[in-house]
């Protein structure tokens, strides 16, 4: 059974149609890639995902359960856990409180300083950090401060992990250490769901990729599949003028 | 060699401390057609908003007719022959479609000419001159953004990923009005994600990649670097 | 049927005025999205100025019109544009709305400065008793004026927003401002052209109200009150809605005046809930209309201040209360009678700092929580029982929460707009509310205006003696503001400044935002109300303008000057605003001009007794400090005195001798005064260097700053 699954979701913003019965599903240790052309609803289908979005048809699920009605905070105590492409950080608080809020936020009003503090410190360990746990996040350079996004995600609990353009504003050698990142998490059995531009990574991580264009899944397949596949690549170079 | 009517110099720009564009070089020959491709986040826009003065230039130069003209206001540059159709819809949706033409009377066009040349070229707009231009559909829409370009026929003409969101034939028809404005004189910088269809129009190409430019030349030549660049690998 | 058609033409009068402010206000908001608190500031500005050249220099109407409405009013918006408004294009929408609301103080101020307000000015209406009698309805001439004005100002924006270029590319700047530029238009003069053309709006419906208002700056600053509310009917953007929305409520309103004695209620009632009808369409039209409305973005005040330390608010807690117990020995008992003020208001200040400096809600309503506070020690207090003072919390955080209740729908100035409608609709009715028997009870809410309230008295130990009660009053203060910075520290501090920051992050990691904001609004309504008992109880004796719209403001222009998220601000706050340190500061700097300069002194004395003005002023200025003055300015100096342990000294030592020769009795209190503002403030700028930069670039000065430390101990 999949960790997260959506189907046939449609989304209309006035006379736009967003999402046209889009569905995909993640698969829990796995890391899955949605890419698609600008404007092809990969961001409204996080917002979906995480429930900041309602849906005009379709059904949400994680592990197993309906939560297409559900609010997103309750989403988010029920294991799904996202980062911003746009940063959503808490610039006043230092990366440190960032995560620790976060987890605080996941144990409800019973979350207690002590249990937070315990889940963080690692975490921002983890993600690789470490040095500037007690810089205020507004501060941080854009590579830096998507961990902290992250970390923040992971700071949940999360069984699922949704990644919004996780790697724009990194530096290489930060891309090389993130990819690892997504593996290991992979493998510790976590969900992934990753929208990234850069496709070396995505193509090096993702174990399938799902390819949306004007709020369709136009495909479903392997990373070399995908490559290969004449609809993709005719949804990222347009089709007719040249060569038809 | 034709001299260069738009010149692009070592151009840096970024959002906060992320920088996205990393020392871009490209140049715009008088009377020809450049088409810049990339996939999405490649930073293709945020050059052209650079070009236009819509988003601050972190260093280099831009050279308009040979004229220094980095950090001018995006109006000063509209009054100096820089013309931008931008990403989106370029019209205002709560003007009716004959007011969005009145715009241009801002660069000293009269409305009667305005619309009579606008609607000769777009006789669709002409049917729906006082309908909202939010009611359009979006190839009308996209129309009404390049009827701007046709009333005021500026020196440099950059189009912003015209195709984003409209079926292919359309895609096609509007770059048939671009070409037709290229061969009215007017030097074209063109963006676009969709290569296909502007590759037959341009007489260089260059292709983006995360912010530099990874291969120029002819569409020809550009062409076979098109996969990597979009899916990798 | 006669009456019918009366009030018909009534309210049509009136919803001409209000009609003609709204649009001053859309238009200026879509165009330039800043939503102009100041709007009836302008107004009040237009029908005095208009009122000065008409009745005190005699100037004929036609002239004095023309000079104020086609020549000043226009200038003025230009100037607004130029000098203010431009400088807020890149700014949080909370910048933009504090800086209007200090423009609306400043210009009140600037209006009591120039028109003494005791005088009366009588401003008859245009063509007072012509009447005109159209099948059998009499229409006072001044009503078809006001009508004719109206549908010229409808038809000629009509006509310049459809027909002319300025006006079809003002229409553009709504939808698409770059779009705009990119068309070769100049954005700037197009901002300047709407916020003269706003200009004029507002100061043409300050001229045709002010009769029926009377010439009085407050009421007529109001005004854009009621105007808000047909302005936000019109989603304070579609203009045909906003003149519908202005027709529906001056209707409303007419024909409530009319009909109130046959309305099934005592007539005793009414007037307060005629005045609060606009306040309560605009609540309904904003809480209950049809999609949620929200500001265009999260109102952010940026927070560059360190976490505060624990030591470091136990140290100021202490701290005053030491001073507070030092000075009440020195300073006179009727002085110290008018100082019991300040603890009150420092409380009421302390308040906001949860709502507004953590959680960035935009509270303007203070006041009205303190009012209530008040009146729970009045009701339950007569003893001088310290229940008044938990009733005086927990009934003020109930109504806090129903307050913040329309935040879950409304974001930015939606939501500073309906508490700003709860603030005044508690200033127009409930406290204006005459005894009344409701639920076989007798409730007399604000005891006919002015309370009367008692001193508490803990276990037979009374706080009655102005001595004793300004200490105790300190020391509250002073608990209260441990408690708020207990509060940033806490993970509840947390939460909310993360929710500043980013709701949608907060809501996908799991936290109800509703509920974080109930409790944050729940919790500084209650401090506001202790803080409004401590408030009461120092002047004994408090009516309700001690509790109105405007105060709320004032406060809040105070704190955000200081800076909302210190307690060391809300200390500025409650001397400044509860001492009259303006009064004092500048009415001292009058005493030592020398008389020869006696428009000198006047000036001084006039900025002494204007406090408005002092404070508008200040807040204007927010766009370079937009984190407060005490926060960026004193506070870094004070951090590296902290650091230098003889400097600290010295200023200690200095303030125990000037003690010492006061209690000796060689000086008099100003001379200590004076003598401890220098040490105090003059001493620590002279000697410690200016912070490179502000806290903006916290992390690449902090190391430089290092640097040049090691540096210098290297030498």
């Known amino acids: 059974m999949p960790v997260l699954e959506a189907t046939d979701i449609t989304v209309r913003f006035g006379g736009i149609t967003a999402l046209d019965g889009a569905s995909l599903s993640v698969e829990s240790g796995s890391v899955t890639g949605l890419i698609g052309p600008n404007g092809a609803g990969k961001t409204t289908m996080f917002d979906v995902l995480t429930g900041l979005t309602p849906v005009d048809a379709g059904t949400v699920t994680v592990a197993g359960r309906n939560v297409t009605r559900v609010a997103p905070h309750r989403r988010a105590r029920l294991g799904v856990a996202r980062t911003f492409q746009r940063l959503e950080l808490f610039g006043a608080l230092t990366v440190l409180e960032n995560v620790e809020c976060a987890a605080g936020m996941a144990l409800g009003v019973r979350g207690r300083a002590a249990a937070a503090s315990r889940i963080a410190a690692p975490l921002v360990a983890r993600v690789g950090l470490g040095p500037v746990a007690h810089v205020r996040a507004g501060l941080l350079p854009t590579g830096q401060a998507r961990l902290v996004e992250v970390a923040r995600a992971l700071a949940t609990n999360p069984q699922v992990l949704l990644l919004d353009e996780p790697a724009s504003g990194q530096s290489d050698t930060e891309r090389e250490q993130f990819s690892r990142l997504l593996r290991d998490l992979a493998d510790d059995g976590l969900g992934i769901l990753l929208v990234e531009h850069d496709m070396d990574l995505v193509m090096s991580v993702c174990q399938r990729i799902v390819v949306l264009n004007f709020g369709r899944v136009i495909a479903d397949d392997t990373p070399a599949a995908v490559r290969t596949n004449p609809a993709v690549m005719a949804a990222y170079l347009g089709t007719g003028a040249a060569h038809g | 060699m034709a001299e260069a009517v ?71 540059l509209a009054r100096h022959g820089l013309c931008l159709i931008p990403e989106g819809r370029g019209v205002f949706p709560r003007l009716t479609v004959r007011e969005n033409l009145w715009m241009s009377t801002h660069l000293g066009v009269t409305r009667a000419t305005a619309e009579e040349i606008a609607f000769a070229r777009f006789p669709r707009l002409g049917e729906r001159r006082d309908q909202m231009a939010g009611t359009l559909s979006g190839g009308e829409q996209q129309m009404l953004a390049l009827a701007r370009a046709v009333i005021v026929r500026p020196k440099v003409l950059l189009v912003d990923e015209l195709s984003m969101g409209l079926a292919p034939q359309l895609v096609d028809s509007l770059y048939d009005s671009v070409r037709a404005i290229a061969a009215d004189g007017v030097s074209v910088l063109v963006v676009e994600q969709f290569a296909r269809a502007v590759l037959g129009m341009a007489d260089r190409a260059a292709i983006m990649v995360s912010g530099r430019v990874v291969h120029q030349g002819t569409p020809a030549e550009v062409e076979e670097h098109l996969s990597s660049a979009y899916l990798g690998g | 049927m006669q009456q019918f058609f009366s009030y018909t033409v009534s309210g049509l009068g009136t919803a001409a005025i209000y009609a003609i402010a709204a649009a001053g206000l859309v238009l200026t908001y879509t165009t330039t999205g800043v939503f102009n608190f100041a709007h009836g500031a302008t107004s009040m500005l237009g029908a005095f100025t208009y009122w000065e050249m008409r009745f005190a220099w005699h100037w004929p109407a036609p002239v004095a019109l023309i000079v104020c409405l086609g020549v000043l009013a226009p200038l003025f918006g230009i100037l607004l544009e130029r000098g203010v408004m431009r400088h807020l294009d890149n700014s949080s929408e909370t910048t933009k709305v504090v800086t209007t609301i200090s423009l609306m103080l400043g210009l009140l101020g600037l209006s009591l400065w120039l028109w003494n307000p005791s005088r009366s000015r009588p401003f008859p209406r245009f063509w007072e008793g012509d009447v005109l009698t159209l099948a059998g309805v009499r229409i006072p001439y001044h009503v078809v004026a006001t009508l004719a004005v109206t549908l010229l100002v409808a038809l000629g924006l009509w006509l310049v927003l459809k027909r002319t270029r300025f006006g079809v590319s003002m229409r553009a700047v709504v939808d698409d401002r770059s779009l705009v530029a990119l068309n070769g238009a100049r954005p700037h003069v197009i901002s300047m052209a709407s916020w003269s053309v706003g200009t004029v709006l507002a100061a043409t419906a300050g001229v045709l109200i002010a009769p029926t208002l009377k010439l009085s700056a407050l009421p007529l600053t109001l005004l854009v009150v009621n105007a808000y509310a047909a302005a936000v009917m019109g989603k304070l953007k579609n203009l045909p809605l906003t003149f519908l929305g202005a027709l529906v409520l001056g209707l409303a309103t007419e024909y409530f005046r009319g009909y109130q004695s046959s309305l099934p209620f005592s007539d005793k009632f009414v007037p307060g809930f005629l005045a609060s009808v606009p306040v309560i369409v605009l609540l309904l039209v904003l809480v209950l209309g049809r999609s949620p409305l929200r500001g265009h973005a999260i109102t952010r005040v940026r927070e560059t201040v360190q976490r505060p330390t624990w030591a470091g608010s136990a140290g100021m807690a202490v701290g005053v209360v030491l001073v507070a117990a030092l000075l009440s020995d020195v300073i006179p008992r009727t002085d110290l009678f008018t100082l019991g003020r300040v603890w009150g208001l420092g409380i009421i200040a302390l308040s906001l700092i949860p709502v507004v400096g953590y959680g960035g809600q935009l509270s303007l309503c203070q006041m009205s929580f303190a009012g209530v506070g008040m009146v729970m020690v009045q009701h339950l207090g007569s003893q001088g029982n310290p229940l008044a003072l938990v009733a005086a919390i927990v009934v003020p955080a109930l109504l806090g929460m129903i307050v913040a209740l329309p935040s879950f729908r409304l974001s930015g100035i939606y939501f500073a707009l309906s508490t700003a409608a709860f603030a005044v609709l508690m200033d127009r009715w409930i406290f204006l509310l005459p005894r009344f028997r409701f639920l076989g009870l007798d409730w007399d809410i604000f005891n006919g205006g002015s309370l009367d309230l008692r001193r508490t008295r803990f276990f037979g130990l009374s706080m009655e003696g102005n001595r004793v009660f300004f200490i105790y009053g300190a020391a509250v203060f002073a608990l209260v503001s441990v408690a708020v910075v207990g509060i940033r520290r806490s993970n509840y501090g947390q939460r909310l400044l993360a929710l500043k920051d980013s709701p949608a992050a907060c809501a996908t990691l799991g936290m109800n935002i509703k509920v974080a904001k109930l409790g944050v609004f729940a919790v500084s309504a209650g401090l506001a109300g202790l803080g409004g008992a401590l408030y009461g109880q120092g002047m004994q004796s408090a009516t309700t303008e001690s509790v109105q719209f405007v105060s709320s403001l004032t406060l809040l222009m105070v704190m955000v000057v200081a800076g909302l998220s210190s307690p060391g601000a809300a200390l500025f706050a409650g001397v400044f605003l509860g001492f009259g340190l303006n009064n004092v500061i500048f009415g001292k700097i009058a005493d030592f001009v020398p008389d020869r300069l006696g428009w000198a002194e006047h000036f001084f004395d006039k900025l002494g007794s204007n406090t408005l003005i002092v404070v508008g002023l200040a807040g204007l200025s927010l766009g370079r400090h937009p984190d407060g003055f005490v926060a960026t300015r004193l506070r870094p100096r004070w951090d590296q005195i902290l650091a230098r342990p003889h400097a600290l000294l010295g200023i200690g030592g200095t303030l125990v001798v000037a003690y010492l020769v006061r209690i000796a009795g060689l000086i008099n209190n100003w001379l200590f005064a004076i003598a401890a503002i220098i040490v105090l403030t003059v001493v620590p700028a002279a000697i410690v260097p200016r912070p490179k930069h502000s806290a903006e670039h916290g992390l690449a000065d902090d190391g430089e700053e290092v640097m040049i430390r090691a540096g210098a101990r290297g030498h």
Request: aromatic share 2%; proline share 3%; no cysteine.
């Open chain 2, 6 to 76: 738009l010149e692009l110099k070592g151009i840096r720009a970024g959002y906060g401390s992320v920088e996205v564009l990393h020392e871009v070089d490209l140049s715009l020959r008088r009377g020809s057609v450049l088409a810049v491709l990339g996939s999405n986040g490649a930073g293709k826009s945020t050059l052209l908003r650079v070009a236009a003065g819509l988003h601050p230039l972190g260093s280099g130069s831009v050279l308009l007719d040979g004229r220094r003209v980095a950090n001018w206001s995006p109006d000063r």
